[in-house]
């Protein structure tokens, strides 16, 4: 059963999602969350396939791209926790025929994407479905031209790196790469869902991409069913949320099971390189991607196939593991992940809400869009916007009062911006059957949904712009 503190948060993820997802009309989307190496959370949203009208479900796997790099790099730490290999060995030692700088780099170069090599090669036409994915020889081809910037000068990311480290594992292993990373790290993680590339033949159900709607005014469903070949162990992998959250959460050093000893896992999600040129405080361990969020570290991988974003996270201390998947090319898995863990954060500050602020709850609509009534801790109620990719930025903090004998909850806005209505009253009314009617946040009155939907009906008509 899952924490007090944590239920909360869990109840309000989904409806959050509800209302972004209608927002922006995206096609699917499924989270998971683990927590302490259990499953809180699994729930899917939308379509998997737009045209077909197919529902997405918990079952349905993604193409999650880059997130293949985390197992990739599992199986090379593993290699090196039995002795086959060390990471400071450069990858001439396992690679023939490469241009001598290349062979200089070491593994552990390439798994922190320190090797200075090409990112997706001199033609990265896999990317837009123009070409296929490539074999060993295209890849050898676009590493004849050497690195692209001295090794060991900064981050650099390449898919065509974990395209080495692939034919890496394949020569100390004498198998495919994509059977031995099956065998020895997917099948003992636990992962029902989870296999190294496409297409399957298993019969269980792919979510199909879909592009944005901006070029042509619509989407359009993009397969996702084409093999990678030799850059399965940069971006292969086809996954489920459920199966992410649990993997990555296998890679926590307070995980109680993995296929990986601690000091692997810590070295895995230890920050080596720092991406120099981005708004955001980012980091890069070996085949993790890592930062700080909500005031807690994180580590995990993100992921991009043609017409899916994926992202997992991993929060050590607090034990949780969060997977955000979608599936068209303007998704919005990293808003949607990072805005889960500000509410999973909030939560685990304030508390489960105290039952007497039951009341305080539920969605309020009017003109203008839609808050959310959400209590926390003892004595506070969020006024959270849904509208937004983090829903408790800036929110309200209502203290709950008296209530009258007609049923009329009142309190008072404690805090607010400037432009709100801090300091100012707020009510909650009941109709003539009991049922909460209105929301009253200083002057503005607020409705439920449907009753605000006829509202706006009745006063502006339906006609369509």
Not at 395 to 403: D, F, L, M, Q
């Amino acid at each position: 059963m899952a924490e007090r503190w944590l239920v909360g948060a869990l109840d309000y993820i989904p409806r959050w999602i509800d209302w972004q997802m209608r927002q922006h009309r995206q096609p699917g989307c499924a989270i998971a969350i683990w927590h302490r190496g259990r499953p809180v959370l699994a729930q899917a949203f939308g379509h998997a396939d737009l045209a077909r009208g197919q529902v997405l479900t918990n079952g349905h796997r993604f193409r999650v791209a880059s997130h293949s790099k985390a197992f990739t790099a599992a199986g090379m730490l593993r290699l090196r926790e039995t002795g086959r290999l060390r990471l400071d060995q450069p990858v001439g030692d396992f690679v023939t025929e490469l241009h001598p700088d290349v062979a200089r780099v070491t593994l552990s170069q390439l798994l922190s994407h320190s090797a200075g090599l090409v990112r997706d090669g001199l033609d990265a036409g896999q990317w837009q479905d123009r070409r296929p994915f490539l074999d060993e020889a295209a890849i050898r081809a676009d590493l004849q031209h050497g690195t692209t910037i001295p090794p060991n000068s900064r981050f650099k990311y390449s898919n065509h790196g974990y395209g080495l480290l692939g034919m890496v594992i394949a020569s100390v292993t004498g198998e495919p790469y994509t059977d031995w990373i099956m065998r020895a790290i997917v099948t003992p993680s636990g992962l029902a869902d989870t296999v190294p590339d496409a297409p399957v033949a298993d019969g269980k159900p792919l979510a199909r991409g879909h592009s944005s709607d901006v070029l042509l005014g619509h989407r359009v469903v993009i397969p996702g069913d084409n093999p990678t070949h030799a850059l399965a162990s940069a971006t292969g992998f086809v996954s489920t949320a459920s199966d992410l959250a649990r993997f990555f959460g296998s890679l926590s050093p307070h995980a109680r099971a993995s296929v990986l000893s601690v000091d692997s896992r810590r070295e895995m999600a230890r920050r080596q390189w720092r991406d120099p040129h981005v708004s955001l405080e980012r980091w890069y361990g070996l085949g993790t991607i890592s930062g700080t969020l909500a005031g807690w570290d994180w580590f995990g991988h993100s992921g991009g196939f043609q017409g899916q974003i994926t992202r997992t996270v991993v929060v050590p201390e607090q034990q949780l593991s969060v997977s955000v998947l979608t599936n068209a090319s303007d998704g919005l898995s990293h808003q949607w992940l990072e805005g889960s863990l500000h509410i999973l954060s909030r939560f685990a500050r304030d508390g489960a809400p105290a039952r007497r602020l039951a009341r305080w709850s539920g969605r309020w609509c009017s003109l203008w869009g839609a808050f959310d009534l959400l209590p926390v801790g003892d004595d506070t109620v969020l006024v959270a916007n849904p509208a937004l990719a983090n829903p408790l930025q800036d929110a309200s903090e209502i203290t709950p009062g008296r209530v009258q004998r007609d049923g009329t909850a009142h309190g008072s806005i404690r805090l607010a911006n400037g432009f709100a209505n801090h300091g100012e009253p707020v009510r909650l009314e009941r109709d003539t059957r009991q049922r909460t009617a209105a929301l009253w946040l200083g002057g503005n009155r607020l409705a439920p949904e449907a009753v605000a939907r006829r509202e706006l009906a009745r006063r502006y008509g339906t006609a369509r712009s």
